[in-house]
């Protein structure tokens, strides 16, 4: 009895970090404010662990095809390298090891990686649907933004939290079989510019990464939630701009009506599909996506350009009601997006 207790303070010292995300207890040796805290302080056996390891000592990998030189995967294993970061290596759904490549590398820099990176490819291997997209909710409910690098889901989730919303998770998203999304990091990252346009005081935000104009806001500044919220809607960002005859930028939607459509949205939106295939996950990818295109339905979501239009467009709009922004596009047109969104 008191080599488990000793135990179990020996674990509490090492781990001095409890959080709650993705529906799972993770504990961690470093800080880390993009997610959510705990709410107990048990130490839980079942806890996910974040630690710093000596990448040398981790035992050799028999790199399967799905593999690159930087990242290295097989089965249950991932490991990747980043010159001048770090080594990163998730292992069976249960441990996220990491080690800096030298001492100026900053605990910020790591955890740029730990947060999304390493715990995507941790959720995968434990059979999680993980997308990359922001989760905002309002009423209770939640609606998901997926869109490429750069198609404006920070900066339309921030015009939407100035409007009330509050942010569940960013960048990975996660989705219950029952379709809740779970509580994830919770910071946006914003450019420069943006967070100009935006009226937040930039120079008080903390840097995404050294070298980069790029500022993460995190709570307290960002409104955000910690329970898991039913998902009612997914929103696919288009990097087209639409203007009226009278030269006003709107917001409009269109319901992706055929399946096999969805399907392939949610798919291209999954957290790197290379990484489904090297944890052999890739069958469990199509059901579980499969499965939440018959119960949520998705849209495609046309933005103005410029976060002065965003924002006085969406006081005239309402996300959770997709019907009152529908476009009405040439039949040409709609046959034009499936085949784009059917395309390898």
């Given at each position: 009895?008191?080599?488990?207790?000793?135990?179990?303070?020996?674990?509490?010292?090492?781990?001095?970090?409890?959080?709650?995300?993705?529906?799972?207890?993770?504990?961690?040796?470093?800080?880390?404010?993009?997610?959510?805290?705990?709410?107990?302080?048990?130490?839980?056996?079942?806890?996910?662990?974040?630690?710093?390891?000596?990448?040398?000592?981790?035992?050799?990998?028999?790199?399967?095809?799905?593999?690159?030189?930087?990242?290295?995967?097989?089965?249950?294993?991932?490991?990747?390298?980043?010159?001048?970061?770090?080594?990163?290596?998730?292992?069976?759904?249960?441990?996220?090891?990491?080690?800096?490549?030298?001492d100026?590398?900053?605990?910020?820099?790591?955890?740029?990686f730990?947060?999304?990176?390493?715990?995507?490819?941790?959720?995968?291997?434990?059979?999680?649907?993980?997308?990359?997209?922001?989760?905002?909710?309002?009423?209770?409910?939640?609606?998901?933004?997926?869109?490429?690098?750069?198609s404006?889901?920070?900066?339309?989730?921030?015009?939407?939290?100035?409007?009330?919303?509050?942010?569940?998770?960013?960048?990975?998203?996660?989705?219950?079989?029952?379709?809740?999304?779970?509580?994830?990091p919770?910071?946006?990252?914003?450019?420069?510019?943006?967070?100009?346009?935006?009226?937040?005081?930039?120079?008080?935000?903390?840097?995404?990464?050294?070298?980069?104009?790029?500022?993460?806001?995190?709570?307290?500044?960002?409104?955000?939630?910690s329970?898991?919220?039913?998902?009612a809607?997914?929103?696919?960002?288009?990097?087209?701009?639409?203007?009226?005859?009278?030269?006003?930028?709107?917001?409009?939607?269109r319901?992706?009506?055929?399946?096999?459509?969805?399907?392939?949205?949610l798919?291209?939106?999954?957290?790197?599909?290379?990484?489904?295939?090297?944890?052999?996950?890739?069958?469990n990818?199509?059901?579980q996506?499969?499965?939440?295109?018959?119960?949520?339905?998705?849209?495609?979501?046309?933005l103005?350009?410029?976060?002065?239009?965003?924002?006085?467009?969406?006081?005239?709009?309402?996300?959770?009601?997709?019907?009152?922004?529908?476009?009405?596009?040439?039949?040409?047109?709609?046959?034009?997006?499936?085949?784009?969104?059917?395309?390898?």
């Amino acid at each position: 009895m008191s080599s488990q207790l000793g135990g179990l303070m020996s674990e509490l010292t090492k781990y001095q970090h409890n959080y709650g995300a993705f529906g799972l207890n993770i504990l961690s040796d470093m800080l880390l404010p993009e997610l959510p805290v705990h709410a107990s302080t048990d130490l839980n056996p079942a806890a996910v662990r974040i630690m710093a390891s000596s990448h040398e000592g981790w035992p050799s990998l028999v790199a399967n095809e799905h593999s690159t030189p930087l990242l290295q995967m097989a089965a249950g294993d991932w490991r990747l390298e980043l010159e001048g970061i770090g080594w990163f290596r998730a292992h069976a759904g249960e441990t996220l090891s990491y080690e800096r490549w030298d001492d100026s590398v900053s605990d910020r820099d790591l955890r740029t990686f730990l947060v999304t990176s390493g715990l995507a490819a941790l959720l995968i291997q434990r059979g999680a649907l993980v997308l990359q997209g922001t989760t905002l909710v309002r009423d209770g409910q939640a609606v998901m933004l997926l869109g490429t690098p750069a198609s404006g889901k920070s900066t339309l989730a921030c015009c939407l939290q100035q409007d009330g919303w509050q942010l569940l998770s960013s960048e990975l998203s996660v989705v219950s079989e029952q379709g809740l999304v779970w509580p994830g990091p919770q910071q946006l990252k914003l450019w420069h510019d943006s967070a100009a346009a935006l009226g937040l005081d930039w120079a008080q935000l903390p840097l995404v990464r050294r070298g980069l104009k790029r500022y993460a806001l995190l709570p307290p500044d960002a409104n955000v939630i910690s329970q898991p919220v039913p998902l009612a809607l997914i929103y696919s960002i288009s990097g087209a701009k639409r203007e009226t005859e009278a030269g006003e930028c709107e917001i409009e939607t269109r319901r992706i009506e055929r399946q096999a459509v969805a399907l392939l949205m949610l798919r291209n939106n999954a957290y790197q599909p290379r990484v489904y295939r090297a944890m052999n996950q890739e069958a469990n990818l199509f059901l579980q996506a499969s499965a939440l295109t018959r119960r949520v339905q998705s849209h495609r979501l046309t933005l103005p350009d410029g976060v002065k239009r965003m924002q006085e467009a969406l006081e005239k709009v309402d996300l959770l009601a997709p019907g009152s922004l529908e476009a009405k596009p040439p039949a040409e047109l709609e046959a034009s997006a499936e085949a784009k969104e059917e395309a390898p």
